[in-house]
């Protein structure tokens, strides 16, 4: 069977996803070597580019499942490529994840990639497709935290450790936001397949505004700490202590100053 999935160009790894990857590991080893004169710089660069490698990881993973689940017009699409400008919703994918970030140290969700829903047979695999994207995150969290909680953290430069801890912070918390069985997110999404068709129909109208809402509700002071609050629990049975993460966060928003209690040693 010949189709437009099965070329392959389009499984070749995009050359921006490369030069992304490239951009981590140069601003990674700058990080732990101290070479940047600002620690800050490095850090910012260097958590950004693993920030979006995690997302095309993401898209990739929601992608390649639903390719194996039956639908095979996904590399047609791009999606394989890990190219994140052909991404569906580039903007949602991208751009607004990495604005969070910068102004909050909030791992948003990403856009999903847009899947031929009716080419897949089974609610087992809807599920699992819906699922593989932040299941990435927990993974991308596990690696992150490895170091911490299996205390193989002798030699680590302060300022990479920090580092590492607030890279584990963002994909901690998007782990989270997209498990969340909202109308919208990949948490629905696992559990829609299971719902009456009634339910499903009743629910769709809210889905554009899913993840608008809970941006609303995390404003709500009393919701915001207690969503922090059991983030930082989650970090601290890892491993990460609250001076790490708070550092990891001041030096990635370089611009306002190092606090002097983040002392950093090369």
């Known amino acids: 069977m010949t189709t437009a999935a099965f070329r392959r160009s389009d499984r070749r790894i995009s050359p921006v996803f490369v030069g992304i990857v490239a951009v981590m590991a140069v601003t990674g080893w700058a990080t732990w070597t101290g070479f940047a004169e600002e620690p800050g710089v490095a850090v910012f660069l260097f958590v950004t580019a693993a920030w979006i490698v995690s997302l095309c990881l993401h898209e990739y993973a929601h992608a390649r499942t639903a390719l194996h689940s039956g639908d095979i017009s996904i590399g047609a699409k791009g999606y394989l490529t890990l190219n994140p400008l052909k991404y569906t919703h580039a903007l949602l994918s991208i751009v607004l994840p990495l604005i969070f970030v910068i ?133 601290g049975a890892l491993g990460i202590d609250d001076v790490q993460r708070y550092c990891g966060q001041d030096l990635y928003r370089f611009w306002d100053g190092v606090n002097e209690h983040c002392t950093v040693s090369r």
């Open 103 to 235: 102004m909050g140290g909030i791992g948003l969700p990403g856009g999903a990639v847009f899947i031929e829903r009716n080419r897949i047979q089974g609610r087992w695999k809807h599920s699992l497709i819906s699922a593989a994207g932040p299941l990435t995150n927990v993974l991308f969290a596990v690696v992150c935290t490895a170091p911490f909680w299996l205390h193989t953290l002798d030699g680590v430069p302060d300022t990479f450790r920090y580092a590492l801890a607030f890279l584990a912070l963002l994909q901690v918390t998007a782990a989270i936001l997209n498990f969340l069985p909202v109308p919208g997110l990949d948490g629905y999404g696992v559990i829609e397949p299971w719902l009456s068709y009634n339910i499903r129909r009743q629910v769709e109208p809210f889905a554009p505004f899913g993840l608008l809402a809970v941006f609303g509700i995390l404003w709500i002071p009393s919701v915001n700490i207690a969503f922090f609050d059991a983030i930082y629990s989650i970090l």
